[in-house]
């Protein structure tokens, strides 16, 4: 009788348990949003607002006025390109083929989710792809009309191409993004239709001469590296691939290959960010699963775009040129009183994850203040920590679709020998510089002096290998014929050389 009773409060002790992890198990999943983890595919609204919030923006800037600022923003949501759409729809009939292995051996399809069954890809007959798709024009169009509500007296003025300058790369949907920015900016500022729209310039170097937005297009030794790196990559990816195979297999009973789990992750990207569904592909992966898979991502991004290697952001040495000196115009302009309407007071670029990564490594963000100080030395850093541990280089914090630097100048009227500072946001919040004490704003001298410098002592020419030999060898001998080239090649005949761009 004692026995039975104690066996009862014992079971019912185990019970208790036993619920308070299922509770604690739902609310972790429940917290837990694959649309947070997408890497470079994350939505803008999406992860806007997930960085770290206990940063607190230095205050220091409240007697002082913006008098420039430079934005550098990556296209909006965008459509899969059209070798990804290819690939969807080729994997359509391979899912057929392993659920029919399934069934052909007599096995229980009870595992098998019902989405997978007769599965077709949701882009199925799209032929083109790439492009800014309408989601993407809103987060740009909204970020427009945020930039102007945010920086009003920098906004006032009427609009004219050497005050606002906005500028795109060549491709579509960087130029579309740009579009859609200038929409929101000056809605309500011009004469066409309900909206009050106005027309404006955006100007785009030629492809092949864009060292200010797709410098990494330009720079053959950035090319020969990135060929370098793949077996790096794949090394540092196949092991989690590995991992997560064997867990699918066991969890599905259908006989995924690495190559299908990697399609999967894809298509949960796309699925998440694109279509908004989380409960297809995406929902075969727990979150530890999802979490080393966005790690791998990140790694790659580490790698191949970011700190991993000091070529990757000192080719955008012309961009942060490019930035400074607009800095030191508005600066002038300042200094010696000219006419308001006769000087830049904002520089809009809009490009790619190419140029927003090696833009914001220039500057020194997502680093400890210690790696500040290794890259200063010219020493490589750690990779990224594996999950559980968290870090800093988070591809939906770092390079979301949309995402972006606003580099903001500010006149400041106080006595002290620094007049001028210089506040970074990115993706619209105030953001630590390690480069200037982890504060959000760095004296203009200071940035210039401690970030900017050492990057300026490289020489774009000599780093990427771009010397005069290869231009020659490029360029046809007359305009003449140059003409005729342009007319006569097939208008895709730099796509192999075009690895996946993000
Ligand atoms: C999956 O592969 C294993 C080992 O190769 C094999 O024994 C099994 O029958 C396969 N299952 C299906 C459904 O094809
Ligand atoms: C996406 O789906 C979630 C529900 O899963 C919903 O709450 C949210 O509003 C949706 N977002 C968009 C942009 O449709
Ligand atoms: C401003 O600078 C002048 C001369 O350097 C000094 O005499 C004065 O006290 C300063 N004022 C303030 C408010 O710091
Ligand atoms: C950073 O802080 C140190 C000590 O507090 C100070 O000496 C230095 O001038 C500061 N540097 C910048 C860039 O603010």
């Known amino acids: 009788m004692l026995k039975n009773s104690m066996n009862i409060s014992l079971l019912l002790f185990l019970q208790v348990v036993l619920i308070a992890i299922a509770v604690v198990h739902t609310i972790a999943d429940e917290s837990f949003d694959v649309r947070q983890h997408l890497s470079t595919v994350s939505r803008y609204g999406t992860v806007k607002d997930i960085a770290d919030d206990s940063f607190v923006p230095s205050q220091n800037l409240d007697q002082c006025t913006p008098i420039h600022l430079n934005l550098v923003a990556r296209h909006g949501t965008r459509a899969p390109t059209k070798k990804r759409l290819r690939e969807l729809e080729a994997f359509a009939a391979r899912l057929e083929v392993l659920v029919r292995d399934v069934k052909e051996q007599k096995q229980s399809l009870d595992k098998i989710p019902s989405w997978l069954m007769g599965w077709n890809s949701p882009w199925k007959g799209k032929r083109t792809g790439g492009e800014l798709i309408s989601e993407g024009e809103d987060e ?5 009309i945020r930039a102007r509500e945010r920086f009003p007296s920098l906004f006032s003025e009427e609009y004219h191409p050497d ?4 500028k795109a790369t060549q491709v579509p949907r960087a130029s579309a993004s740009a579009v859609a920015f200038g929409l929101g900016l000056f809605s309500g500022k011009g004469k066409l239709g309900p909206g009050g729209h106005r027309a404006f310039a955006v100007t785009s170097e030629s492809r092949a001469s864009d060292i200010v937005l797709r410098f990494h297009d330009c720079c053959q030794s950035y090319k020969n590296f990135r060929k370098s790196q793949e077996p790096t990559v794949k090394n540092l990816k196949e092991p989690i691939l590995d991992e997560i195979t064997r867990e699918l297999v066991r969890q599905y009973g259908l006989n995924f290959t690495k190559q299908d789990v990697s399609t999967l992750w894809f298509l949960c990207r796309q699925e998440a960010s694109l279509l908004n569904i989380t409960n297809q592909a995406c929902s075969l992966f727990g979150p530890a699963q999802v979490s080393l898979l966005e790690w ?7 790698v191949l775009k970011g700190y991993g290697n000091s070529l990757n952001y000192r080719m955008g040495v012309p961009l942060l040129e490019d930035v400074i000196q607009s800095m030191e115009q508005a600066i002038k302009a300042k200094e010696e009183g000219y006419a308001p309407g006769s000087y830049e007071k904002a520089s809009l670029r809009f490009a790619h994850a190419e140029t927003l990564l090696p833009f914001s490594c220039l ?3 997502f680093l400890e203040e210690s790696e500040f100080e290794l890259i ?3 020493q490589t850093l750690q990779y990224p920590p594996k999950p559980p541990k968290t870090r800093n280089w988070r591809g939906s ?7 972006n630097n606003m580099l903001v100048l500010y006149s400041c009227t106080s006595n002290n020998s620094n007049k001028y500072f210089v506040r970074v946001l990115h993706n619209e919040r105030p953001i630590p510089i390690p480069g200037c004490n982890g504060s959000d704003s760095c004296p203009f001298e200071v940035l210039k002096e401690r970030i900017v410098a050492p990057h300026l002592k490289h020489d774009y020419n000599t780093l990427c290998n ?4 290869q231009k020659k060898k490029d360029s046809p001998p007359s305009m003449f014929s140059r003409m005729f080239g342009w007319i006569f090649s097939p208008r895709n005949a730099d796509t192999p050389t075009q690895k996946v761009e993000l």
Do not use: C, H
């Open 363 to 365: 500057i020194g963000l």
């Open 296 to 302: 791998a991502d990140d790694l790659e991004l580490f």
């Open 466 to 469: 771009t010397n005069l030999e």
């Open 140 to 144: 740009l169009y909204n970020l427009g």
């Open 397 to 403: 914090i770092v390079a979301p679709f949309a995402g």
């Open 163 to 166: 005050i606002y300058s906005i």
């Open 376 to 378: 200063q030395r010219e």
